[in-house]
């Protein structure tokens, strides 16, 4: 039963010509399957409109083949051979009642061409911006390319209400659509009639939008995408110029889609992002038109969509990141169940898909992007098989999603947790600054097992293989996480380091349990940060051969407790896998800000007594760092002795009632936490299934040959 606070969140609203049945915006996103994976993609899109989205967006879909963005891999309309694909798209949108919508994109000059071969184009003569900083460069588009570009666009807006969407929307966001390229001096230095004065600057997207409408007619809503501020100086489109922009074409669109500058502002992690933190962006725009007016902002709790909806700030709740990882985040609170969304937790991993051009995943929901391919339903699971018990061993996210899955199947589980906590990692990680967000992870699950009588929780109880086989539990799953390795073993060195036993080092599993360096005991209090003991002294080393998240939050942490900090890396970034995750640019910023010495290209030789020899990656050139400790970021050993116990005793499992032992998660092999909640979940979901052998576990879609 819905409660009557939410209310205004079920509003029917108009958006031109078309109504959506509701204020819940899924607003475009990737999900590293585009055009390769388009049965993948549209599934995932119809889970959407089962969860109860009023509106669906596709991601960004490169509307002309003279603007692609390659290797990145998005969707296409280059030619009528591109509708069917989005033509499933759109059905699966409107199974449940959803408004379709595409995103058409023209890159401009952040579209390399590196398929299509073809000469880049944007208002002015500029190097091609991309993430992978490609030597191209795009040359000044003349009138006729102009009047060409006009075409395409009507062309485009034809196809996609060919395909049976009822919104389309201009992509000028996040510096990646050629309407922004217009609209920004930084990027737009013409003098003829498109350049120079906000009015002139301005053309093209008025053009675009008043032909689309004529091309699409009376049946399909147009929207506009735009940057709230892009946040990179006098040359830049500020908040103060959006806003005199809409104010002069205040009813031009038939919906503003306003997002925050580049991609890595609008979707910053939650460590560096609250929810709503656009909120004073784009707080005001919606008095200066009647239109209707959506905004994002990793919304996750239905009071502060309702907020938005009563200040006046937004019509609709744009949601991306929440949206993918609780699909049914609409239907939860149509239905009175708010505790049991799955609130996103701002890692970003989702993101990680698009930039390595692979399926993506998401931490809180393992089975985003498995709906088609493996048939997983986010919200139901098929009944157990034929055996009835399981016992998982550990309580990190590998095991408390195991055990929820298997709960749902109708499992008697238990739970056996060598600690006093649920989580594993995740109670350790989110204490550390900025990471609190990551709790959610226990949290989600730790509620629902509490709902299930089929699933009992053991605490203090560390297992053996003799415990384990004395049990009679017919499965048993052992999740047993991991741990920092001591002995530099990583990238760098795959074999230990020289070290010297007399330096202190230090792991993050140290760090983590209130060990810092010089002896100094680290509290957290409800915040998470340091609150008594001795702040640290002297020169530490943070060695950080691992590359994500964990080598620069604890380097912050360290210099917030006073200690001298120096980050070695071997790569050319600090924490360089989140540039996968729109947050390594951050991360340097707020070290550099902290007085962490950054020390990048160089790896530790060996650690002396004294301090540690780094050596260049390139030309193996050494040099001395003296250090009061070492910190060593770098790989994780999987805990899995009682699995390597129980499978040298195998021949004992039958008469123990045993029928299958396996290992999950970080026990198995150490990754990041997405990893471990789809370990999880897939032991859950292919427990007691038939074995299928040599067959692949998942479909795909293979390109069709073309007639020679």
């Not at 784009?282 to 919304?299: D, E, Y």
């Not at 299930?452 to 048993?476: C, E, H, T, W």
């Amino acid at each position: 039963m819905r409660d009557p606070r939410y209310d205004i969140l079920f509003e029917p609203m108009k958006i031109g010509p078309v109504t959506a049945k509701n204020r819940f915006y899924q607003v475009p996103h990737c999900n590293g399957g585009g055009y390769r994976d388009p049965s993948a993609a549209a599934e995932m899109r119809r889970m959407k409109s089962e969860g109860g989205w009023g509106v669906i967006f596709t991601e960004q879909t490169e509307m002309h083949h003279t603007s692609e963005i390659t290797p990145f891999i998005e969707l296409r309309l280059w030619d009528d051979a591109d509708i069917p694909a989005l033509a499933r798209m759109a059905d699966a949108m409107h199974e449940y009642g959803a408004l379709a919508g595409i995103q058409l994109a023209y890159s401009g000059i952040n579209g390399p061409n590196l398929y299509t071969k073809e000469v880049p184009r944007g208002p002015s003569a500029l190097p091609i911006r991309t993430f992978t900083n490609d030597p191209v460069q795009a040359r000044a588009m003349d009138k006729q390319d102009i009047r060409d570009l006009r075409r395409w666009h009507r062309n485009a807006f034809k196809r996609a209400k060919q395909a049976g969407f009822d919104l389309v929307c201009l992509y000028g966001a996040h510096g990646f659509g050629i309407i922004q390229h217009f609209l920004s001096t930084a990027t737009n230095q013409r003098g003829d009639e498109y350049g120079g004065s906000l009015e002139n600057r301005s053309r093209l997207m008025r053009e675009l939008i008043e032909e689309g409408r004529d091309a699409i007619g009376e049946t399909c809503g147009l929207t506009l995408r735009l940057s709230l501020d892009e946040m990179i100086g006098e040359l830049g489109f500020a908040n103060s110029e959006v806003r005199d922009m809409i104010e002069m074409h205040a009813d031009l669109p038939d919906l503003w889609d306003l997002a925050h500058g580049a991609w890595e502002d609008c979707s910053g992690p939650s460590r560096f992002k609250e929810e709503a933190a656009q909120e004073s962006l784009v707080s005001g725009i919606k008095k200066l038109t009647s239109r209707p007016v959506v905004g994002v902002g990793r919304f996750t709790s239905p009071d502060v969509m309702v907020r938005m909806i009563k200040s006046g700030t937004l019509d609709f709740i744009g949601c991306a990141r929440p949206s993918i990882a609780d699909p049914f985040l609409p239907r939860k609170v149509e239905e009175g169940r708010i505790e049991d969304i799955r609130e996103c937790i701002g890692c970003n991993i989702c993101i990680t898909g698009d930039m390595t051009m692979s399926i993506s995943r998401c931490t809180q929901n393992p089975t985003f992007m498995e709906e088609w391919r493996k048939g997983w339903h986010p919200e139901r699971m098929q009944a157990k098989g034929d055996s009835d018990s399981v016992l998982i061993v550990g309580a990190g996210p590998a095991g408390l999603e195991a055990a929820r899955a298997l709960g749902l199947r109708g499992y008697q589980v238990a739970i056996a947790e060598a600690g006093t906590e649920l989580g594993g990692r995740v109670a350790r990680e989110s204490k550390l600054p900025g990471l609190s967000a990551w709790g959610r992870v226990r949290d989600y699950r730790q509620y629902q097992l509490s709902q299930m009588p089929n699933v009992d929780i053991y605490f203090k109880s560390r297992l053996s293989a003799d415990d384990i086989l004395s049990f009679g539990f017919q499965n048993v799953a052992i999740a047993t996480g991991s741990i920092w390795r001591r002995d530099g073993v990583a990238r760098a060195h795959v074999v230990p380091m020289p070290i010297d036993a007399a330096m202190p080092v230090y792991t993050p599993d140290d760090l983590m349990a209130g060990k810092l360096p010089s002896g100094n005991v680290v509290l957290f209090d409800d915040d998470h940060y340091y609150m008594g003991g001795k702040l640290p002294s002297g020169n530490v080393v943070l060695f950080d051969d691992d590359h994500y998240y964990m080598g620069g939050v604890l380097a912050e942490l360290m210099a917030r407790q006073g200690a001298r900090v120096t980050l070695v890396t071997p790569s050319a970034y600090v924490s360089d896998w989140t540039r996968n995750t729109l947050e390594q640019g951050t991360i340097h910023r707020r070290l550099a800000e902290l007085g962490v010495d950054i020390v990048l290209n160089r790896t530790v030789a060996s650690v002396a007594a004294g301090g540690v020899v780094t050596a260049c990656v390139y030309t193996g050139q050494r040099r001395d760092l003296t250090a009061d400790a070492v910190v060593l970021v770098t790989s994780r050993s999987q805990d899995d002795t009682v699995w390597r116990e129980l499978k040298a005793r195998s021949h004992d499992w039958v008469g123990s009632g045993i029928r299958s032992v396996k290992v999950i998660g970080d026990a198995e092999a150490p990754g990041p936490i997405a990893w471990a909640t789809y370990a999880g979940h897939r032991f859950a979901r292919e427990l007691d299934e038939p074995d299928i052998g040599d067959a692949l576990p998942f479909r795909r879609e293979v390109t069709a040959l073309a007639s020679i």
